[in-house]
């Protein structure tokens, strides 16, 4: 079990997405996942031998450092990758119960499972909303539980059994910030994604609604836009590129590789 | 998920590239990503560990390692191999969106043979030639960028075995020595000569492609004429 279990995950969301949902797959493989783990594991490894007091007395390193590091940034930074990452999981399964009923009632239920209308927008609209928040919850993590997103070179501790006001030194206080600040803006740079997909899909379904029932009011019947799943209906206006599930990037490497793409 | 998966998506890229590009990629694997994995990697393994200061005050050592290495060589290459190999992703994209719209237009009627469309090769030409030289463009800029930061954050290329430190708590200036400077140097100057190489292929991959146009649009003017 490793990241790379994240990593199929997220291939097989992508299939489903939109075109801002892949870029925002490519932001969270490339700069916070692959970022973690060729870089910034390796800078908080050994983060606990290396955090050092000025003093003998036993005991003391220790309580210090878990006082000033509840729980290490890394754990946090590994903590919300995860949740970020599993609110697709609600589509992937929603597209899984789809197929499902396809199969059991032998007949086409849905123009495509995998395409986004009906009930499957909403659950989609729920991931972004979702992802949207856990990623606002942990910056508010970081920032409450570390005063902000500064690392400071060195801490003041008088915890027992510490005798009395003790300095402790942080080990690469300035490297750790850097990562920090990058996980920061990634972070930001994926609610940026988030809320742009989100407003793109609400305007989009609101717009081909309402457009549906313009048309059908001049034709004398009401409308019910709800019903948009199912094949009865007609086909949907024509939509640009960007919003159609069947996008794939093609990005299986060549030469016969067996591994997933990400990008797929 | 490690640098495999990156090899992974770049080596779709690799299909859609001229041949420069393509000796672009493998010198960024073999001399680039593989260096750093299976040797860098562990030559910066002990640095903090290793590196010694002649003072008994705790915390000095700390201190200065951090003062003089603020971001270690090695997380800067692989922030520098992340963002030289992201360009071609763009790429990558455009690839993508146009087989869609050739897909789009065979549901609509027109007869493309889907077999074909999947394995062809699409030709740099049109959008997707500013698409791919932009990327080109964006590679050989955060090359350059990186290079200056290396030079600029660590006074040249060259690893000291010792640094006199006087940064608090340390009682005065004090001798710190870096663990292994001479292997580092060596890496340090091989993943310097590697990055001039791409950037010299990217270079002359970008005059390639605008020799190209150029040629192909003085060949049209006189077709006309």
Known sequence: MSWAFLRDLLSGVNKYSTGIGRIWVAVVFIFRLLVYVAAAENIWKYEHDEFECNIKQPGCENVCFDHFFPVSHIRLWALQLILVSTPSLLVVFHVAYRENREKKHNQKLYKSPGEIDGGLLYTYLISLVLKTGFEIVFLILFYKLYNGFQIPHLVKCDVRPCPNTVDCYISKPTEKMIFLYFLVATSCLCIVLNLSELSYLICKYSVKCYLKRYTKKHRGSTSDCHKSGTISHRRAAAAGPVHDSSLSLPLNAEGGHEKISPLT | ?225
């Not at chain 2, 292929?201 to 649009?217: D, F, R, S, W």
């Open chain 2, 1 to 225: 998920m490690d640098w495999g998966s990156l090899q992974a998506i770049l080596g779709g890229v690799n299909k859609h590239s001229t041949s420069i590009g393509k000796i672009w990629l493998t010198v960024l694997f073999i001399f680039r990503i593989m260096i750093l994995v299976v040797a860098a990697e562990r030559v910066w393994g002990d640095e903090q560990q290793d590196f010694v200061c002649n003072t008994l005050q705790p915390g000095c050592r700390n201190v200065c390692y951090d003062h003089f290495f603020p971001i270690s060589h090695i997380r800067l290459w692989a922030l520098q191999l992340i963002f030289v190999s992201t360009p071609a992703l763009l790429v990558a994209m455009h690839v993508a969106y146009t087989r869609h719209e050739k897909k789009r237009r065979f549901r609509n009627g027109e007869k493309i043979d889907i077999e074909e469309l999947k394995n062809e090769k699409i030709h740099i030409r049109g959008p997707l030639w500013w698409t791919y030289t932009s990327s080109i463009f964006f590679r050989i800029i955060f090359e350059a960028v990186f290079m200056y930061v290396f030079y600029y954050m660590y006074d040249g290329y060259q690893m000291p075995r010792l640094v006199k430190c006087d940064a608090w708590p340390c009682p005065n200036v004090v001798d710190c020595f870096v663990s292994r400077p001479t292997e580092k140097t060596t890496f340090t100057i091989f993943m310097l000569a590697v990055s001039g190489i791409c950037m010299t292929l990217n270079l002359a991959e970008l005059c390639y492609l605008v020799a190209k146009i150029c040629m192909k649009q003085s060949r049209k003017t006189a077709a006309l004429k």
